[in-house]
């Protein structure tokens, strides 16, 4: 996580920390950019429409949130878990937003998929360094999770996300598409469940309304 999490987006007329804008509202904009090309190429024939959002199993450790008010987005945490909570915050914003991204799909007819995935815990070197410079407690978690043999390599943690974006298997059937669209996926291309809060249909509609409120704005 950047050490500038918390500021503000320079230029912007909304008060909206980095971490948030670039794991969020960064895939919030790329997305709808490209809505008229893949809602174009969903309705040719035979076409094979996925969108993947790369979620984390962080997003547990997201605060409370209400995703009305974009203000809600800031606060900056304290405690124990402090470093942890505003990545988990955004995390969760990518698996509400992918659902919600389905429904979408879904009500305007688009044949299309909307998929989230958590690639799982990969050891690369930004997370190395990066987890051991953040604080001690990072540092023991990312020795306690080295010793506990639960890191993958890249390669490994490559493989959810091809999988939900390539794999033939997703669109085998219309059962399968079923299984799969705005299905959160985890290693090594699995179907789980997120959180409660990750869940919420009615957290995911107000998160929408809000980012296109803060696009609007900035």
């Not at 987005?73 to 937003?97: E, H, M, Q, V």
């Not at 815990?121 to 306690?144: C, K, M, N, P």
């Not at 999770?145 to 943690?157: E, H, K, M, R, V």
């Not at 996300?161 to 985890?186: I, M, N, P, Q, R």
Request: net charge neutral; hydrophobic share 40%; aromatic share 10%.
């Amino acid at each position: 996580m950047a050490p500038d999490a918390f500021e503000p987006v320079k230029d912007s007329k909304v008060t909206i920390g980095t971490l948030m804008a670039t794991n969020h509202i960064g895939t919030f904009v790329f997305t709808n950019i490209l809505l008229p090309l893949i809602k174009k190429t969903a309705a040719e024939p035979g076409s094979d429409v996925r969108v993947v959002t790369v979620s984390s199993f962080v997003h547990s450790s997201s605060p409370k949130t209400d995703w009305k008010t974009f203000e809600e987005w800031n606060p900056k945490p304290k405690g124990f878990l402090a470093d942890l909570k505003p990545y988990g915050r955004s995390k969760l914003a990518n698996i509400l937003f992918a659902k919600q991204l389905q429904r979408n799909f879904d009500d305007e007819h688009v044949n299309a998929l909307s998929i989230c995935v958590a690639p799982g815990s990969i050891d690369t070197d930004t997370v190395r360094v990066g987890l051991q410079e953040r604080s001690w407690f990072a540092y023991i978690i990312y020795h306690l999770t080295n010793l506990s043999g639960n890191f993958i390599t890249p390669a490994q943690g490559a493989y959810t996300t091809l999988f939900a974006a390539t794999s033939l298997v997703v669109v085998s059937s219309d059962e399968s598409k079923g299984k799969y669209a705005a299905s959160y996926l985890v290693p090594f291309g699995l179907v789980a469940q997120p959180t409660a809060a990750a869940r919420d249909p009615d957290a995911a509609r107000d998160l929408w309304a809000t980012s296109e409120r803060v696009v609007e704005a900035m």
